[in-house]
């Protein structure tokens, strides 16, 4: 194992011998961007310039069991200051809760050069890559974002989406690590993500999770999971007694609920006559099922 890892630092360092030479520059540098390296984390030091200097103690600690359970899922970003030494460019936070929960290492991207050019074409070219999973590309995305320094417009002008494909991206890295780890791994899909995203607080984003996982459901079903808050039944058969009106019924209710963003309810007897109800709990609220009702 010992001889193992002393090949490793080798290699690395002789990548890095190669762009402090100017030799294989760009070569080195797109093989740097798309792949990572166990780094000892005695071998790294906080960034002095870092602007945030307090951690939230409570927060570190969660992130740090979440980590002792499903490892280090977002890799840090690091650059070499020489030897085996290196400082943190992104991902502190991470460093500090993977410390506390007692690794000796930590996967991390290795900037070996200050040309911010190639890095940010570089990293461009791993996102357009057509095997990368939504968890990969919103790391990607991360990435060009404290690295590259641009915005989500900047952003989605350089890997040719829409700002709004960026943010649902970025999204994905606020969910708790069991969830991307399942999104990583094509357990869930980018649909069954973004749907629980709005299932705020963590812990009814992991109760739903726990449901979507243990009864396959699709994601309409979690959708429906979730605006109705548990009030669905936590499987996709039809009954067996259920009609094609009621299946009608069905789909127009789950097409009013995602019109209107809110619970709706419709009550329909044999002869045709009901009533269909739109909650809402806000004059907020309100007024905007009627902007919606006015289009």
């Known amino acids: 194992m010992g001889k193992k890892k002393e090949k490793l630092g080798l290699g690395l360092r002789a990548l890095i011998s190669d762009i402090d030479t100017g030799e294989n520059k760009e070569e080195?540098?797109?093989?740097?961007?798309?792949?990572?390296?166990?780094?000892?984390?005695?071998?790294?030091e906080a960034?002095?310039?870092?602007?945030?200097?307090?951690?939230?103690e409570q927060e570190l600690q969660e992130l740090s069991e979440s980590i002792a359970t499903h490892?280090?899922?977002?890799?840090?970003?690091?650059?070499?200051?020489?030897?085996?030494?290196?400082?943190?460019?992104?991902?502190e936070r991470r460093w500090r809760a993977s410390k506390k929960a007692g690794l000796t290492s930590i996967p991390a991207y290795v900037r070996i050069a200050d040309d911010q050019g190639l890095l940010e074409m570089a990293i461009v070219e791993n996102i357009q890559r057509s095997d990368l999973n939504s968890m990969e590309v919103a790391i990607s995305f991360q990435r060009l974002i404290d690295e590259?320094?641009?915005?989500?417009?900047?952003?989605?002008?350089?890997?040719?989406?829409?700002?709004?494909?960026?943010?649902?991206y970025l999204r994905l890295l606020k969910l708790p690590v069991s969830i991307q780890k399942a999104l990583k791994q094509d357990i869930i899909s980018m649909g069954h993500a973004r749907a629980l995203i709005s299932?705020?607080?963590?812990?009814?984003q992991l109760e739903i999770f726990t449901k979507v996982v243990t009864n396959g459901l699709s994601v309409r079903?979690?959708?429906?999971?979730?605006?109705?808050?548990?009030?669905?039944p936590v499987n996709n058969k039809k009954k067996n007694n259920e009609t094609a009106e009621d299946l009608e019924i069905k789909k127009i209710k789950s097409r009013l609920t995602e019109?209107?963003?809110?619970?709706?309810?419709?009550?329909?007897?044999?002869?045709?006559?009901?009533?269909?109800?739109i909650h809402f709990?806000?004059?907020?609220?309100?007024?905007?099922?009627?902007?919606?009702?006015?289009?």
């Open 28 to 44: 080195t540098v797109k093989e740097f961007s798309k792949t990572t390296t166990e780094i000892d984390i005695s071998n790294i």
């Open 47 to 56: 960034n002095p310039f870092q602007p945030r200097t307090e951690f939230n």
């Open 71 to 91: 490892g280090v899922i977002q890799p840090i970003t690091v650059r070499a200051i020489g030897g085996d030494q290196f400082q943190i460019i992104s991902g």
């Open 148 to 168: 590259c320094e641009l915005s989500h417009e900047e952003m989605a002008g350089r890997v040719n989406k829409s700002r709004s494909t960026v943010t649902n």
């Open 199 to 204: 299932a705020e607080p963590v812990d009814r």
């Open 221 to 232: 079903a979690t959708e429906d999971l979730v605006k109705n808050n548990f009030n669905l």
């Open 259 to 277: 019109r209107f963003e809110t619970k709706i309810e419709i009550k329909r007897s044999q002869k045709g006559k009901g009533s269909f109800i």
């Open 281 to 295: 709990k806000s004059d907020r609220e309100f007024n905007e099922i009627l902007d919606l009702l006015d289009e």
